[in-house]
Every structure is written in C-alpha cells, then in structure tokens.
C-alpha cells in the first residue's frame, strides 16, 4: 500500500479503538482492489468530537466509522443525518461529500445482508430478540423492514423490552411486537413458534459468562445469531453442535463495514476478502 498525497483518507473515531478490526478488514479490500484508499483507527477523546468531524473536512477524509462512545453523541455535529440513522438516534458511518458531513447507520444494513446471504429469508418468521439496548433497536428496526412474522423482545431490564416493543409500533406499526418476562425466558410457552434466535448483549463476551438460553431451545431453530465478536459463545456452541446455521458478530461487523466502504467508494465491497482478513472463511 503506498500513501501518497492524494491518497484518500478514512478510518474510525472512537474511545478507545486500540482493539478495532476495521482496519484490518477495509484496509484488505482496499488492497485487494487496488483503490487508493486507507483506513486509520483514531482515538478521540470526549471533549474532542465536535472537532474531529470538523476535522473530516479540513483533512478532506472520504469519511469515517463512529464507534462506541460516540454513535449518538457525533449527530448534532453533522450537516445531514439519514432517516433511518435519525430514528435509531445512532450513527456509526460518516461520509464527506462535497464538503457536508452525512450520517448513517450500516449496523441494521449489514445485519440484514449476512443473514441473507446464507440463503436465510425473514419474511413472517418469529424471532426471539435477546437484548434492548442500542444493537438490539437496530437490528429489530431491520427485522421489521424485511416483513418478520413476530419479535419477542427479551431484556434482562423488562422495561427496556416494553420500550422497544413501542417503538417498533409507533414508528413503524408494528404489530407483532411482544415481551417475553426476563425471569421467564426459559419458559417453553415463549419457544413453540421460535424460527431465529438473536443476541445482542454483552452476554457470551468473558468466558465466565453463562448462556441465557438453554440449550434444548436451540436444535428446532432455523438460525442462530449472536453479536458477540471476541470469542465463540455458547448459544454459537450449542448451535454448532445441533447442525443449526449460525452468524456470528464478526460477520455483522465485516458487513456493516462492507455497507460503509460502498459509501466511501462507491465500489461493491470485496467481502469475501474482508472476511478473510479476520479469519472469517466459512
Ligand atoms: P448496545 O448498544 O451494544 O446494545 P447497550 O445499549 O449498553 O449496548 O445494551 C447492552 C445490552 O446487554 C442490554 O440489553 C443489557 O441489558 P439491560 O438493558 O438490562 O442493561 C444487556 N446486558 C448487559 N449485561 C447483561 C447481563 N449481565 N445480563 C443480561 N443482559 C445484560
């Protein structure tokens, strides 16, 4: 890779971003195709944000990821902020065109396509939603595009299950919305219909962590998500065992990436390859 003056410029801000894959995966497809491109992780402290969106357009990047801390609290510094991104309160891709800095959020985007690519459809299935944070309101606001049957939403906080719940329903009817009790989840009444399981907590990150489902719920399932990236977890485990197709948050990662460097590049993104550069080659 050789960086010139005219190379084009993209990255992530966050805090921290030490551990960040991006790099490793977009600065592959770069490669790959020969684009005179480079993604650069760059920390940035809380009191700096404002400035380093300013930044985007006195350095003239092609744009950047946002990650954790900063997916909310990045958006009144921006010229424009996609519709999707402004509902989901959250952005984590920023693209400088012609000088304005837009918003998106690929994470839904990207959830959908590496479910799709493995031959999955969504339409009317039910889905078992572990989580209500912010991934969990992404991911539910895509389900719901792709026409899903049912989200039966499950969060160890059970209001935040309820607040999800509504908000699928006054911002996009959604009619199939229901909370499943916390205490409850193991509960044979809530896995009858279950076609996909999805995880968005942190559960499954330390090893230490046991898994909120049991396993006998896992074998009947058509797929089993978690977005859980740092290791193999046991919901991912169980589904293995039972011959169930499984995504794991690696995947969700490389295909939220691959949405925003079609932005920053206007080219399809090399998945194949990105996934390769972290070690994804099923
Ligand atoms: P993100 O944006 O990644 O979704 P978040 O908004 O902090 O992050 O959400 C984290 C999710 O993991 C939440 O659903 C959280 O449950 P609470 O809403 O009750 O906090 C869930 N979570 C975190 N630690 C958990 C634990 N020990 N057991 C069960 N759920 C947990």
Not at 201 to 213: F, H, K, R
Not at 214 to 233: A, Q
């Amino acid at each position: 890779m050789k960086i010139t003056g005219i190379t084009k410029i993209t990255g992530v801000f966050g805090y921290p971003v030490k551990h960040s894959l991006s790099p490793v995966f977009h600065n592959a497809a770069f490669r790959y195709l020969n684009l005179d491109y480079v993604y650069i992780p760059i920390e940035v402290a809380p009191e700096n944000i404002g400035n380093a969106v300013k930044g985007i357009k006195a350095m003239n990047f092609a744009g950047v990821n946002i990650t954790v801390p900063y997916k909310t609290t990045v958006m009144p510094y921006l010229d424009e902020i996609d519709a999707d991104a402004k509902m989901l309160c959250a952005v984590n891709t920023l693209v400088n065109k012609e000088g304005k800095i837009k918003g998106y959020n690929t994470d839904g985007h990207g959830f959908i396509r590496s479910i799709k690519e493995r031959g999955i459809t969504l339409k009317d299935k039910t889905i078992f939603l572990l989580g209500a944070g912010g991934a969990a309101c992404a991911v539910a606001d895509a389900l719901v595009k792709e026409n899903v049957g049912k989200i039966c939403i499950c969060n160890r906080t059970d209001q935040k299950a309820i607040t999800l719940k509504e908000h699928l329903l006054k911002t996009r009817n959604f009619q199939g919305g229901c909370v499943v009790p916390f205490a409850q989840k193991n509960n044979e009444e809530y896995w009858g219909n279950v076609d996909i399981l999805i995880n968005t907590t942190s559960i499954g990150m330390q090893e230490y962590d046991l898994p909120l489902v049991e396993e006998r719920f896992i074998k009947p399932l058509k797929l089993v998500y978690d977005i859980v990236y740092n290791r193999e977890t046991d919901i991912i485990k169980f589904a293995q065992k039972a011959g169930v197709p499984f995504i794991d948050g690696l995947s969700m990662l490389v295909y939220q990436g691959a949405v925003a460097f079609e932005f920053w590049t206007g080219i399809t993104a090399p998945v194949e390859e990105m996934k390769k550069a972290v070690g994804l080659d099923r």
